[in-house]
T-cell receptor
Framework: LAKTTQPISMDSYEGQEVNITCSHN???????ITWYQQFPSQGPRFIIQ???TKVTNEVASLFIPADRKSSTLSLPRVSLSDTAVYYC????????????FGRGTQLTVWP | SAVISQKPSRDICQRGTSLTIQCQVD?????MFWYRQQPGQSLTLIAT?????????ESGFVIDKFPISRPNLTFSTLTVSNMSPEDSSIYLC????????????FGPGTRLTVL
């Protein structure tokens, strides 16, 4: 199972773009990269998932280079409500649907 | 998507007692999971509870301490047995493969404090 490493914390201001990078050097061929968001006193919420190149949805974009050893979650024009913990996870056939969370990145957005 | 509820939302218990946490889903799902989140920490997977089979526990978790039931496709329980203060955590259930999607949906969690 590929271990993930991401910054413990990041700060930003409202309206800025935030990029959170995650490294997963031992990612396997059939693994996907998934990001979850967790607000205080709530369960995690799925944000985005990708395998390679770029994935975009209404919330975020996910950039994955060709070697797939890292990924970057991009949040455009953050607001105060984006203050949360963001988890990068690697999941694939070996995990059988299970999620193994790392430490996550505490993003704090300031006015 | 899936809507998940948990009961109780929080509880304060005495050491040595047991607490059963219920997880109810608004649709039939095959895969259910139980996690623990200790104060200020990340989530740790306790076990996988698929309907029709015994729960599969992760390393460090045993059935005697955390017995799980999965009587049907919309419901599961996790019991925290013979509790100690170290069991004080938030316990979350999640479901996977809702309508074939990879996304997991999490319940709101049960905040347990053991005195």
């Amino acid at each position: 199972l590929a271990k993930t490493t991401q910054p413990i914390s990041m700060d930003s201001y409202e309206g800025q773009e935030v990029n959170i990078t995650c490294s997963h050097n031992n990612i396997a061929t059939n693994d996907y990269i998934t990001w979850y968001q967790q607000f205080p006193s709530q369960g995690p919420r799925f944000i985005i998932q990708g395998y390679k190149t770029k994935v975009t949805n209404e919330v975020a974009s996910l950039f994955i280079p060709a070697d797939r050893k890292s990924s970057t979650l991009s949040l455009p024009r953050v607001s105060l409500s984006d203050t949360a913990v963001y988890y990068c996870l690697v999941r694939g056939g070996s995990t059988l649907g299970r999620l193994y969370f790392g430490r996550g990145t505490q993003l704090t957005v300031w006015p | 998507s899936a809507v998940i509820s948990q009961k109780p939302s929080r509880d304060i218990c005495q050491r040595g007692t047991s607490l059963t946490i219920q997880c109810q889903v608004d649709s039939q799902v095959t895969m259910m999971f139980w996690y623990r989140q200790q104060p200020g920490q990340s989530l740790t997977l306790i076990a996988t509870a698929n309907q029709g089979s015994e729960a599969t526990y992760e390393s460090g978790f045993v059935i005697d301490k955390f017995p799980i039931s999965r009587p049907n496709l919309t419901f599961s329980t996790l019991t925290v047995s013979n509790m100690s203060p170290e069991d004080s955590s938030i316990y979350l259930c999640s479901v996977g493969q809702v309508k074939g999607a990879d996304t997991q949906y999490f319940g709101p969690g049960t905040r347990l404090t053991v005195l």
